[in-house]
């Protein structure tokens, strides 16, 4: 008899590629209601909000009183509403990043019987929270690699920032020093979607008063990941914090050199010559790539390839973490 097994998702982002092996493995039910806007501004804003009310309390205790096993995705309000409930069965759930900032608090962490991270980092910070008694693991079921094949390239003269345009992943500090450095023959594309209009604009201002339009492009959205991800040679990382960040493992799968700021985990994605702190140790970190000949520079790629997807592989599935809850 398979383990029936309730998905509780905020946000399908990041698992949905999942969902047809664990509809193979498991009983599964899925509990994902139309989510409440961050402010209401409209009548169908607070229909929206009314609705996903009503569900987690009329659907949800249903779920949970079914499962054997309720997996929450997301470290947040459904998992706060369920950690102060006892419905006798096994709640798990992953963290990815924020929430251990902005929800931790809110949970009773030991009515959880394991907690799932994206990074080495992220259970160290949580185990640094607080004294948790359940089990942690560290997992990566986010990519599909084969997704993402090594594609053996010509250097292009291009770097790329892929990610929400936000202050948090540092493209306008990135831009300025881009601006600054001594790369006359280096271009940057920027990819992604604008999640906040006056940090983009701002980027946009920089880059016209600064006469950088024919060194800097900004792409938006990109629907083709891989045609972008070819045409560059480094992927680079600007961000404050991440959990694993999916562009940089999406880049170096396809063969580009990864270049990140050092925040916390970073090292378990980007080898240590492409890590930097400072404007100084970008700058070399980006020389020493267009440095090497095309022999040194495909021997440290697919090194850095091969070590990553071994890492991140070898990691356990979610799913036979749970079927083992």
């Not at 580009?256 to 140790?281: P, Y």
Request: charged residues 30%; glycine residues 4%.
């Amino acid at each position: 008899m398979k383990k029936k097994v309730a998905l509780v998702i905020d946000n399908d982002h990041f698992i949905k590629q999942n969902i047809p092996e664990w509809e193979e493995k498991f009983d599964l039910r899925i509990f994902n209601p139309p989510r409440s806007p961050p402010k209401i501004r409209t009548p169908l804003d607070l229909l929206r909000v009314l609705k996903n009310k009503w569900e987690i309390r009329t659907q949800l205790p249903k779920l949970a009183k079914w499962a054997d096993v309720v997996f929450c995705e997301w470290a947040t309000h459904y998992l706060r509403w369920l950690s102060k409930k006892n419905y006798k069965n096994v709640l798990a759930c992953r963290m990815h990043r924020f929430e251990l900032d902005r929800h931790y608090d809110e949970i009773q962490w030991n009515n959880i019987d394991s907690v799932l991270f994206i990074s080495e980092a992220m259970e160290r910070k949580f185990h640094a929270k607080g004294d948790y008694k359940g089990k942690t693991f560290v997992t990566y079921d986010n990519l599909n690699f084969e997704d993402f094949p090594l594609a053996h390239r010509k250097k292009t003269m291009q770097i790329g920032m892929l990610g929400n345009i936000e202050p948090r992943k540092g493209v306008l500090e990135f831009v300025e020093h881009f601006g600054e450095m001594k790369l006359p023959e280096i271009k940057l594309s920027i990819a992604g979607k604008a999640k906040d209009d006056v940090y983009s604009g701002k980027i946009k201002r920089y880059i016209i008063e600064n006469n950088l339009e024919n060194k800097i492009t900004i792409e938006g959205y990109v629907k083709d990941l891989n045609n972008w991800y070819n045409s560059n040679d480094c992927i680079i990382s600007n961000s404050v914090h991440e959990g694993t960040q999916t562009s940089i493992v999406e880049g170096v799968a396809t063969g580009c050199w990864a270049i990140s700021k050092d925040w916390d985990g970073a090292e378990e994605i980007v080898d240590e010559k492409g890590l930097f702190t400072n404007v100084n140790e970008l700058e070399k970190c980006i020389n020493l790539f267009y440095e090497w000949n095309g022999e040194e520079r495909n021997k440290n790629i697919k090194k850095a390839r091969e070590k990553l997807i071994s890492k991140l592989t070898n990691r356990p599935k979610m799913h036979d973490i749970i079927s083992k809850l």
